[in-house]
């Protein structure tokens, strides 16, 4: 459902309005590092860019499974969790 939304506003080209860091891990955090090394904001910036409307993600945990760069290389990531605790400061969680 959520993904579904993301492609909504994806379409809608629905800018930002704040932004905050991540103060601890969770499910959703993991998927914007993730969305983050890969060059972009977050879900929403990726499917505007990417002119796509799913993202591949893992069956098992639901985090982000690939994605594709903007100079259109591809990033794979594990099933298990990838951003370590020293670096959930670091993530930009974005308000709509």
Same mark, same amino acid.
């Given at each position: ?10 379409? @809608?080209?629905?800018?930002?309005k704040?932004?905050?860091? @991540? ?5 959703e ?8 090394? @890969? ?12 002119? +796509? ?5 893992? @069956? ?16 794979y ?10 670096? +959930?400061?670091?993530?930009? +969680?974005?308000m709509?």
């Amino acid at each position: 459902k959520k993904s579904e939304i993301s492609g909504v506003m994806a379409k @809608a080209g629905i800018k930002p309005k704040s932004i905050c860091h @991540a103060k601890k891990w969770s499910d959703e955090i993991e998927n914007l590092y993730r969305f983050q090394q @890969a060059g972009y904001r977050d879900e929403v910036e990726y499917k505007q860019v990417k002119q +796509v409307d799913t993202v591949e993600c893992w @069956a098992e945990t639901g985090f982000v499974k690939k994605l594709q760069r903007r100079d259109n290389t591809f990033y794979y990531y594990n099933k298990q969790r990838e951003c370590e605790d020293r670096e +959930v400061h670091k993530v930009k +969680v974005y308000m709509y």
